[in-house]
């Protein structure tokens, strides 16, 4: 007959190597466990029942030690688990930054060239200003701030690209030839800026975006002396910040 307490042992080597998480990682130690409880299964005689504790008490030992060493080792495991995740986290959101900046330079890039071709649609001119649209006299009638009807499309691009542009803010300059006192043409100047200004904000483009300025006749950009060079300083000119 066993002695007394091997059963108890082999209940819990059995449940140690039935554990999935538990019996993989103590292998050599589960070997010696098993190899310690079939010793103390032995069966002995009365006067060897001192033999047979000291083997029960082995057997169990060593199923401790083994069920500790794969606890140990779970632990480690889980531990290195739980760091390969937050590598894998952090590496996934490093990778999801950078494809925001890859992305939202693509969109930079992409609008930084509609914006270009829409400039290029209004015929700015690069100045030491910002980029410039110089809108000639055919706005208005000599001598007039009232819009003439044909302006409408000229003026129609720009109150697009303002739309699409939301954060483009813009300064309208009245200019004139220097026909006329300088009083009068710097009255003229400014309504003309005005009736560009009006147009843009009657069709919805915020007030605060625009800012208008009567230049009259200080900044010709032609010779007032002839018919040509006068037609070519009355203008007006937008800038945009």
Not at 126 to 154: C, K, P, W, Y
Not at 179 to 193: D, E, H, K, M
Not at 200 to 212: G, M, V
Request: glycine share 4%; proline share 2%.
């Amino acid at each position: 007959m066993s002695p007394d307490g091997a059963s108890d042992a082999r209940s819990n080597l059995t449940a140690l190597q039935n554990d999935p998480e538990l019996s993989s990682r103590a292998r050599v130690e589960i070997r010696q466990a098993e190899e310690a409880v079939k010793l103390a299964e032995e069966p002995l005689s009365d006067s060897q029942a001192a033999l047979g504790e000291h083997r029960v008490y082995m057997a169990e030992h060593r199923v401790e030690i083994a069920k500790a060493r794969a606890a140990a080792k779970l632990a480690e495991d889980q531990r290195a688990q739980l760091d390969q995740d937050r590598s894998d986290t952090r590496l996934t959101a490093r990778t999801r930054e950078a494809d925001r900046a890859r992305s939202d330079a693509s969109r930079a890039r992409s609008s930084e060239a509609d914006m270009q071709r829409r400039l290029e649609e209004l015929e700015a001119k690069e100045t030491e200003r910002g980029m410039v649209i110089t809108l000639g006299d055919v706005l208005f009638d000599t001598g007039s701030a009232q819009l003439r009807g044909d302006a409408n499309h000229t003026l129609n691009k720009l109150v697009s690209f303002m739309r699409q542009y939301p954060d483009q803010r813009l300064v309208i300059e009245g200019h004139t030839d220097n026909v006329g006192g300088t009083a009068l043409n710097q009255r003229l100047s400014q309504q003309r800026a005005d009736s560009v200004r009006q147009y843009l904000t009657q069709n919805n483009i915020a007030s605060n975006r625009i800012s208008t300025s009567g230049m009259g006749l200080h900044r010709p950009i032609a010779d007032n002396n002839s018919a040509a060079g006068r037609q070519q300083n009355r203008r007006v000119e937008i800038v945009i910040e």
